[in-house]
C-alpha cells in the first residue's frame, strides 16, 4: 500500500471516529509503528490532523481549508464518480460555468464528446483540460491568482462573472448543511461563487459524503438555489432524505467495489 492510500484511510477514518490509535494503525496497515507516526507527522504539517498521546485526533476548523493539494488526494475514487455522473447532466450546446475545485476538476474531465459547448472557469486547471477540446469554446475568468489553489478570485473575476447568463453553474463546497445550504472557507471565493449560482438558470453543487454536515466559515448561498446535489454512495440515506425533504434533488454515484457502511469500516 502506498503512502496517499494510508493517508486517505486515515483521513477517513478521522472523520468517522474523531481518534485513531498508532498501534491500531500498525496492524491495519501491516507496516512498522514508525511508519505509521511518520504518516501522521506529515498528515498533521496538512492541517489534517493533531497528534495525541498513542494516536492523533480530527482537527475542526471552520476557519482554515486543508489545502489543495490534500484535498486532491482525498477521496479519489468519489470524486471519479461524482465527476463522472454529474457530467451526464451537460447538454449538447450548454452554456456552463465551472468554478475551481477537486471535484469540479473532474466534472470537466469526463465532457469528451460533448459539442457545441461554452465554458467559463476561474480554474487554471479545468481550462487547461479543457483547451484541448475542439467542441469546446474556453473562457478564463480574469483576475488575481491564488496560487495554490491554480485559480483567479477577486473584484475582476467578479466584474467579468456578471456580463454572463448561463444554463448551468457546477460549484464545489467546503461545506453543506440542511439549515446552512452551502458554506466555504475563502472570502473572495464565496463572492464569486454566489455571482456564479445568481448567472445560472440551474445550479449543481458537487461533493463528496465528507462535506455534508460541515459548515465552513461563510455563508454562500441557501439550499433553495440549489437545484441538484451530486455525492457519492457513502452519505447516509437518512440525511439524503433530510436534503431531499428541502425539495433539492440528490444523484448519487455509485462507488464500485462499496457495499455499505460495514465494508468502509473494514478498510475494504
Do not use: W
Not at 473575476?157 to 448551468?168: A, G, H, P, R
Request: glycine content about 8%.
Amino acid at each position: 500500500m502506498f503512502a496517499h492510500e494510508r493517508y486517505e484511510i486515515i483521513i477517513n477514518l478521522l472523520h468517522k471516529k474523531k481518534v485513531v490509535k498508532v498501534v491500531e494503525l500498525a496492524e491495519r496497515f501491516n507496516v512498522s509503528i514508525e511508519t505509521v507516526r511518520r504518516d501522521l507527522e506529515y498528515l498533521e504539517k496538512q492541517g489534517e490532523l493533531e497528534r495525541i498521546y498513542g494516536g492523533a485526533a480530527l482537527v475542526k476548523k471552520t476557519g482554515v481549508e486543508v489545502n489543495y493539494p490534500s484535498r486532491e488526494a482525498r477521496n479519489q475514487a468519489e470524486k471519479r464518480e461524482i465527476g463522472k455522473k454529474a457530467a451526464e447532466l451537460i447538454r449538447d450546446g450548454d452554456t456552463v460555468i465551472f468554478d475551481l475545485g477537486t471535484t469540479t476538476l473532474e466534472v470537466a474531465r469526463n465532457l469528451r464528446g460533448k459539442n457545441n459547448l461554452t465554458v467559463l472557469t476561474n480554474s487554471i486547471k479545468i481550462a487547461i483540460e479543457l483547451s484541448n477540446l475542439q467542441e469546446i469554446n474556453v473562457f478564463m475568468l480574469g483576475g488575481q491568482i491564488r496560487k495554490e489553489e491554480l485559480a483567479t478570485s477577486g473584484f475582476l473575476t467578479k466584474y467579468c462573472l456578471k456580463q454572463f447568463n448561463v444554463d448551468k453553474t457546477f460549484i464545489g463546497v467546503g461545506g453543506i448543511t440542511v439549515e446552512d445550504g452551502i458554506t466555504d472557507y475563502n472570502i473572495q471565493e464565496a463572492e464569486a461563487r454566489r455571482i456564479m449560482i445568481e448567472a445560472a438558470k440551474q445550479v449543481i453543487a458537487v461533493c463528496d459524503h465528507t462535506k455534508f454536515g460541515e459548515k465552513a466559515f461563510i455563508n454562500v448561498y441557501e439550499l433553495d438555489r440549489i437545484d441538484t446535489i451530486v455525492t457519492d454512495c457513502k452519505v447516509p440515506s437518512e440525511l439524503i432524505n433530510d436534503f431531499e425533504k428541502t425539495g433539492t434533488n440528490i444523484i448519487v454515484a455509485k462507488i464500485e467495489g462499496y457495499t455499505g457502511p460495514a465494508e468502509e469500516d473494514d478498510g475494504k
